[in-house]
């Protein structure tokens, strides 16, 4: 069954119609090509899930009429995943299958040796990365679309461990990451944090420490930025019990 995103459609309710505009009914009528009487899914990316019947189609606008709706609380913990810039779409490849993995934010992050600088173009980074969030959470059928958050400096990465349990992957780190979340007493908050090329620089890696997270490994293997987060991310959900 085919699934679409309505953005303003939280109010849905059986009965109503759901109307996609914009890209979203280019894609419905002209890439899916959707038809009169087909049944589908649609969503607001904020936990509104509405099962609907296809009442009309043209090139810009689709209208959806609700049959059943249901409302897909937030998930406890939160996973967040922060992201190293990082060079080529090593950093996309990462936030987008940490979306269909189950990720709820995540978060850019300018490590000190990213080779990738957003500088004044950060707004411009974080919106595409929020684009390509909202594909693979569409794609993946997810009822609440991740938030992607605006790009953080190290010191506010760390400073995050006053109130969430922060785990820096580190291939040198004793600690296994598997073993580390089966401690965790009910957090409301995971974050991941993923390095660059090149891996942490050590100094980030104190700060980090000094400000109470805990560095954990994954395996024996030195995995690439573009993989880590998804792997770490694959077994924190394993070890929560969701999977």
């Given at each position: ?18 109307v996609?505009?914009g890209?979203e009914?280019h ?6 090509r959707v038809?009169?009487?087909?049944e589908?899914?649609?969503g ?13 189609v ?5 209208v959806?009429?609700?049959d059943?709706?249901?409302?897909v ?44 600088r957003?500088?004044d ?7 595409r ?35 969430s ?35 942490i620089?050590?100094g980030?890696?104190d ?9 954990v490994?994954?395996g024996?293997?030195?995995l690439?930025?573009?993989t880590?987060g ?8 394993v070890?929560?019990g969701r999977w």
């Open positions: 069954m085919l699934h679409f995103l309505a953005e303003d459609a939280g109010d849905a309710h059986p009965g109503s119609p759901v996609l505009t890209p009914a894609h419905a009528a002209a890439v899916r038809r009169v009487g087909e589908v899914t649609v607001d990316g904020r936990g509104m899930w509405a099962t609907g019947t296809v009442a009309s043209a090139p810009r606008e689709v959806i009429t609700v059943q709706r249901r409302d609380p937030a998930r406890t913990p939160r996973l967040v995943l922060v992201q190293a810039l990082a060079k080529g779409d090593r950093d996309e490849l990462a936030i987008q299958a940490a979306t269909e993995l189950g990720v709820d934010a995540i978060v850019p992050w300018q490590a000190g040796r990213s080779v990738s957003w500088g173009k950060a707004e411009k980074g974080r919106a990365w929020a684009g390509i969030v909202r594909e693979a959470a569409k794609q993946a059928h997810r009822a609440w679309v991740p938030e992607v958050e605006q790009v953080a400096t190290t010191a506010r990465v760390a400073a995050r461990s006053a109130a349990v922060v785990l820096v992957l580190e291939p040198t780190a004793t600690a296994r990451l598997s073993d580390t979340v089966r401690a965790i007493e009910e957090p409301a908050e995971i974050l991941l944090v993923v390095g660059p090329e090149g891996g620089d050590p980030e890696l700060v980090f420490t000094q400000a109470g997270a805990r560095l490994r994954l024996d293997s030195v690439r930025t573009s880590a998804p792997a770490a991310l694959a077994a924190v959900e070890c929560l």
